[in-house]
């Protein structure tokens, strides 16, 4: 699934590329995750201002208007001058002066939808509930540290939960806890406010590494461009299941939270 990091890559990949195109034709696929909300037609004609990202959310601004762009559980993203045919998993293709976005998602649980403005209901829907973002730097310990304090659930579900920072999902927490050394299912609200200091260093520092490195959580991911990722290359615990820490040698158990695989050292990450 793409994490924050490969959405910051994608939005980097394209961003300058795009900005200043004005549409010239949208051909919509099979159904996404949700609709539209307005006619492919209603698109044509507005310049697209820039491209942000919040959450896992890219939001595309028009002069009027704006698109909210999520990647699902599949998605990837890819701006290019000539782009081939659209094939059968091609459900979102935006013509532009400057080349065709074009959204490619087999598994279809991602979306494009168009909102009037970023107070738009729909917009308030899909965006309201966020956390912090871990990549901004309004985002400190401190803040961190009084979000967990309101949250008894075990720490690895409140970071994938979102609402008190975005972004930090499944091989991303696993990796934050371990460098920060805190087991997975220690209680959020139970974190000292030292440990927290060191978790959120952990957060920043993982996300960033793995923007730099054009992040890659998803085997098939690629960027914009076609570039694949290849932060997976350098997990801490994630997928490391029964294999020595590379700190303390001791086997990385595996737990599943919520449905989701847990990996964490027993030796190096303390309850
Ligand atoms: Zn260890």
């Given at each position: ?7 910051e ?17 949208v ?31 890219l ?129 959020a ?22 923007v ?6 998803l ?53």
């Amino acid at each position: 699934m793409p994490e924050l990091p490969e959405v910051e890559v994608t939005r980097r990949s394209f961003a300058d590329a795009i900005a200043g195109a004005t549409v010239c034709a949208v051909r919509l696929g099979k159904p996404l995750r949700w609709p539209l909300g307005v006619t492919a037609e209603a698109l044509v004609g507005r310049v697209v201002q820039g491209v942000r990202r919040r959450g896992k959310y890219l939001l595309l601004d028009f002069d009027d208007g704006l698109l909210l762009l999520h990647l699902g559980m599949s998605g990837s993203l890819g701006f290019r001058p000539e782009p081939p045919s659209p094939g059968p998993h091609d459900h979102f293709d935006m013509h532009t002066t400057r080349g065709t976005l074009r959204l490619n998602d087999p598994r279809r649980f991602g979306a494009v939808v168009y909102a009037s403005s970023e107070g738009d209901p729909v917009a308030r829907k899909l965006l309201g509930h966020l956390g912090m973002e871990p990549l901004d730097a309004a985002f400190d310990a401190l803040r961190l540290h009084r979000g967990l304090t309101q949250r008894s659930a075990p720490i690895k579900q409140v970071l994938l939960a979102g609402d008190v920072v975005v972004g930090v999902g499944n091989i991303y927490a696993s990796e934050a806890l371990f460098l920060a050394g805190i087991r997975p299912t220690v209680r959020a609200n139970c974190i000292s406010r030292v440990r927290v200091q060191a978790l959120h260093a952990a957060i920043c520092d993982v996300l960033s590494r793995a923007v730099q490195k054009g992040g890659s959580t998803l085997r098939d991911f690629s960027n914009a461009n076609g570039e694949a990722g290849y932060f997976q290359l350098e997990a801490m615990v994630y997928g490391r299941q029964g294999e020595p820490c590379r700190r303390c040698g001791t086997p990385i158990k595996l737990l599943r939270q919520g449905q989701r695989a847990t990996y964490y050292c027993p030796q190096c990450q303390k309850r």
